[in-house]
């Protein structure tokens, strides 16, 4: 059921449940959900907590990932989640949208949104997505002062630092940059774009006692590996950042070119979500049962033919 009244909204602030997510035995699994009804779906399939990619949020938008959207469109996509799932989330927060100042707002804005976690990268702007080449670094001065900057300003806020460095200055600078972010007061690791199990071990090996992410993205530098076996590497959390938008999106062309090609739908009914489907999933009576004014709704059964 959607959380629509208050006695259905979670109590305790989203970052102190992502941790309660983190304390729990196992790997914390966190699949890409940047929409509503993303994140329902993703509820519905019985996972406690959510990835919210910027990549995700600027491709809906029409946009590349390169850091071009705003700290207020993000806070869109953060609310209408927390309102629709009620999971603690995991925000991709890029470069922090500017310097210290900015990085300060942008976790009280991510915060007041509902958000429980958030990532921030050591690139520059333009930045791009991490397993891209020709990635340009900020001085890790520079990124440590953004994550203090975080540090200072979150209330309940988990932050997780992401080091992009393996890939231009390599393992011993990206395990350097990691334990500086760490002293500068971030909650865990983000180290991206590992591109074999030996160099997943040998981070992790490094970084004792450190909460550790992966990202298993697709058409990236990183093999297929399950959540166990990035839980077997040392890693404490596993994200799947745009694998449902890259298979709605493969699905929206489909049916585009379907409709061009047939004059219509009818050979597409089987490859949907039902109306049914549609309703049970966003609690569509449940609504409905709020408003005394409003009648329950008849879903028809099937289509004239």
Aim: with cysteine; aromatic share 8%; charged share 20%.
């Amino acid at each position: 059921m959607p959380y629509i009244v208050a006695a259905d909204l979670p109590e305790a602030p989203a970052g102190d449940r992502f941790r309660a997510l983190l304390a729990r035995p196992g790997i914390l699994q966190l699949p890409g959900a940047h929409t509503g009804i993303a994140a329902l779906l993703a509820k519905q399939a019985g996972f406690d907590g959510l990835y919210m990619s910027g990549a995700a949020m600027s491709a809906t938008m029409g946009l590349p990932d390169l850091g071009m959207i705003t700290v207020d469109e993000v806070c869109f996509y953060i609310r209408q989640v927390a309102r629709a799932a009620g999971l603690p989330m995991l925000v991709d927060g890029d470069t922090g949208y500017g310097e210290a100042l900015n990085v300060m707002h942008m976790v009280r804005a991510f915060e007041e949104s509902g958000a429980g976690a958030v990532h921030l990268e050591d690139q520059l702007l333009p930045k791009k997505c991490g397993h891209l080449n020709d990635k340009k670094l900020a001085s890790a001065d520079d990124m440590s002062a953004k994550v203090a900057a975080a540090r200072k300003a979150r209330r309940h806020l988990y932050i997780i630092a992401r080091t992009d460095a393996v890939a231009s200055e390599g393992m011993d600078a990206a395990v350097d940059r990691a334990k500086r972010y760490l002293d500068a007061g971030a909650d865990a690791i983000f180290p991206e774009a590992l591109h074999t199990a030996e160099m997943f071990r040998e981070f992790a090996a490094r970084m004792p006692g450190v909460t550790l992410l992966a990202n298993m993205t697709e058409f990236g530098r990183t093999p297929f590996f399950t959540a166990e076996e990035f839980e077997a590497m040392g890693y404490g959390i596993v994200i799947w950042p745009v694998s449902h938008m890259r298979v709605a999106n493969q699905a929206m062309a489909k049916l585009y070119a379907a409709i061009k090609t047939d004059g219509g739908t009818m050979k597409q009914l089987d490859r949907m979500q039902s109306r049914a489907q549609l309703y049970e999933t966003i609690g569509y009576h449940t609504y409905e049962a709020l408003d005394a004014s409003l009648v329950k709704t008849v879903i028809p059964e099937g289509m004239p033919q």
